[in-house]
């Protein structure tokens, strides 16, 4: 490493046009007398979460094996090329407690993170804090923001919520508080102006004229980077190009998807700022988190990738049924199938964000090197609502606490113990979280 004599504040940032654009960490960013000690440094760890709906065929995605010897299952085949960044987790119980009966959709998103099933009141919300949020209050005392809470769908467009309870029950998996539900966000323009950049107006039509009105962000802070780039060594300089392009892609990106959906808007199926394409919102989604992550603007982020009780179709994969309704497949093969296929595609995309992830540097390794993703599902078998064996993923190396390859099996564990362990691998620790009875060893994820 060269070192510089000169330095420059962590939080420098580059303004124009009342927008705040945060950099990436550079070496020049340590002084010269404690930059040898940057390698020594204990790395940031994130959280991510990717929430999948509607369960899962589980005869497709659980491997049969325990331990480093397991195979991938045709459900997991396209986390191949992570295989050592992966831990599947399974024996873990998301079991609601007795209360108001049905509701399986809206007590499997809510318990995912909070632990705690909807209550018997039909008039007031009522769950319990979420284990990121428990995270993010601690995290956030660091970071520009406490946290993100992302969808794919709209929670005014996601269909149907279960028959007796509240809608957030099933459009949210982060609860603030007890009665606090976090509403997330879905239009990649809103997300990036709240990353980097404040709006006058949260009117989609005042938005859209602003949006025309300027230039781009970077366009307008161009002589400033210029004459920041002058004075960094030729590490920092590189490192600087490549984020200023990534930062111009996203916002390139996002301009042509809210062109294309103003034009589509009589379709009302996409609104303003979001890509016609599933695909392309999702990657544009990824590729926001891995911004936030490396900016360093938020440690904990959750997405959605579809509402309980969703009808998204999947024609692009030869599945142009509801979501939702399929998964009742009542073991019908054709309809089994459908949802297998979904499911796989599910996490083919989740393979995609690592792949982001894995290929952006962070300290001494990478964002996936830093960071402790979890993948899953409020519940397990799609057609009868199991509480039991939800499936589950953790993938990263936990900036040094986990360590993957592996299938680990509990058994009649809640899956509240493992939420304790891994916000102790954060440094914040809880005696009990919704129906805990205990932690697990957190040897068994980092062995």
């Not at 929430?51 to 299952?73: D, F, H, S």
């Amino acid at each position: 490493m060269i070192i510089s004599k000169k330095a420059i504040p962590r939080r420098t940032v580059l303004r124009g046009l009342g927008s705040m654009l945060a950099l990436p960490l550079l070496d020049s960013m340590m002084p010269a007398l404690s930059a040898m000690q940057k390698t020594a440094a204990r790395p940031i760890n994130r959280f991510g979460v990717m929430y999948v709906p509607n369960g899962m065929i589980m005869k497709n995605y659980l491997p049969l094996t325990e331990g480093a010897a397991y195979e991938l299952t045709p459900t997991l085949s396209a986390l191949a090329p992570f295989r050592e960044h992966l831990l599947v987790v399974s024996g873990l119980e998301c079991i609601p407690t007795p209360g108001r009966p049905g509701g399986a959709h809206a007590k499997a998103s809510t318990r995912f993170l909070t632990d705690v099933s909807p209550p018997l009141s039909e008039t007031w919300l009522d769950a319990g804090i979420s284990m990121d949020q428990i995270l993010a209050q601690e995290t956030g005392k660091l970071t520009q923001l406490a946290s993100l809470e992302l969808a794919i769908e709209s929670g005014e467009t996601a269909g149907a919520c279960d028959t007796g309870f509240a809608c957030p029950y099933t459009n949210t998996i982060s609860w603030k508080s007890q009665n606090t539900p976090l509403p997330t966000q879905n239009n990649p323009r809103v997300i990036f102006e709240r990353l980097f950049g404040d709006s006058t107006s949260t009117d989609p039509k005042a938005r859209l004229t602003r949006l025309r009105q300027r230039r781009s962000v970077l366009d307008s802070v161009s002589e400033e980077v210029a004459g920041l780039q002058g004075v960094l060594p030729q590490s920092d300089r590189t490192k600087l190009a490549e984020y200023l392009d990534a930062i111009r892609g996203v916002e390139q990106r996002i301009q042509v998807a809210e062109e294309q959906s103003d034009r589509e808007l009589p379709l009302v199926d996409h609104p303003a700022g979001i890509p016609s394409s599933w695909e392309d919102h999702l990657n544009l989604m990824f590729d926001l988190q891995v911004l936030a992550f490396q900016c360093d603007l938020t440690r904990v982020i959750t997405l959605m990738v579809g509402h309980e009780h969703s009808g998204m179709t999947y024609p692009q994969i030869g599945v142009p049924d509801a979501h939702h309704p399929i998964s009742h497949h009542q073991q019908e093969p054709e309809k089994v199938a459908k949802v297998a296929k979904i499911n796989a595609y599910h996490v083919q995309m989740f393979a995609r964000f690592l792949e982001k992830l894995r290929a952006t540097p962070d300290g001494d390794g990478t964002l996936l090197d830093h960071a402790t993703m979890m993948y899953g599902a409020g519940m397990a078998d799609s057609n009868s609502h199991s509480p039991i064996d939800i499936p589950l993923i953790l993938a990263g190396g936990g900036a040094g606490n986990l360590k993957g390859g592996r299938h680990i099996r509990f058994r009649n564990t809640p899956l509240a113990n493992l939420h304790l362990t891994l916000l102790d691998q954060f440094g914040v620790h809880c005696d009990r979280i919704g129906d805990s009875t205990g932690r697990i060893d957190a040897r068994i994820l980092s062995l």
